[in-house]
């Protein structure tokens, strides 16, 4: 079963910061939150990952709520080509094996 | 390119074929994972595989449904019987020992009819 809720279709306009959000209210304490984008027929993409704090790398910012139950991805100037399928994960440790645990993914068009 | 490959990218089959997927991950990687994914639908995990030995397999991967790493190396995916239930993206991913992030492959989709 999915831990992560997020919309299932956002759009953004170009040159603007689009803000995805997503919700793990049953995530634990070790659990990280991993975010990943896949553009049609392709595999999915590594884009960020975090625990508690706030992280950020060449391609967006994510964060983290205090408590832990909920985040936001942030890409802080869109172009066409984040067009994607935005996947916020948790990964799981289950009988010593790390899973992610995909959900259904926020769909972003970017708009021109 | 030094990413993860699989082959075939399409694969059309009859309903009752055997299908074979191959999969070669990153050299380094001794990790490997194959995930299902529906239309619609994120991915799902399939089974995983820590060098050669294979630790986990999902309830999804039924008596069809076999995975081998021989050599810690590539990996195979047979599903055999082939059901139109059958039909999806199925994915690649690995990892190195130590690290966090999986890197995927583009997928093989296979249509069953």
């Known amino acids: 079963d999915a831990k992560t809720t997020q919309p299932p279709s956002m759009d953004c306009a170009e040159g603007r910061a689009a803000n995805l959000p997503c919700n793990h209210s049953t995530i634990s304490g070790n659990e990280y939150v991993y975010w990943y984008r896949q553009i049609h027929s392709q595999g999915p993409q590594y884009i960020i990952h975090?625990?508690?704090n706030n992280e950020t790398n060449e391609m967006a910012s994510l964060i983290i709520t205090e408590d832990r139950k909920s985040s936001t991805l942030i890409l802080p100037h869109a172009t066409l080509r984040d067009t994607a399928v935005y996947y916020c994960i948790v990964r799981v440790l289950v009988s010593g094996t790390y899973k992610y645990i995909f959900g259904t993914g926020t769909r972003l068009k970017v708009l021109a | 390119d030094t990413g993860v490959s699989q082959d075939p990218r399409h694969k059309i089959t009859k309903r009752g074929q055997n299908v074979t997927f191959r999969c070669d991950p990153i050299s380094e990687h001794n990790r490997l994972y194959w995930y299902r994914q529906t239309l619609g639908q994120g991915p799902e995990f399939l089974t995983y595989f820590q060098n050669e030995a294979q630790l986990e397999k999902s309830r999804l991967l039924s008596d069809r449904f076999s995975a081998e790493r021989p050599k810690g190396s590539f990996s195979t995916l047979e599903i055999q019987r082939t059901e139109q239930g059958d039909s999806a993206m199925y994915l690649c991913?690995?990892?190195?020992?130590?690290?966090?992030?999986?890197?995927f492959g583009p997928g093989t989709r296979l249509t069953v009819l």
């Open positions: 991913a690995s990892s190195p020992s130590t690290g966090n992030e999986q890197f």
């Open positions: 975090g625990l508690k």
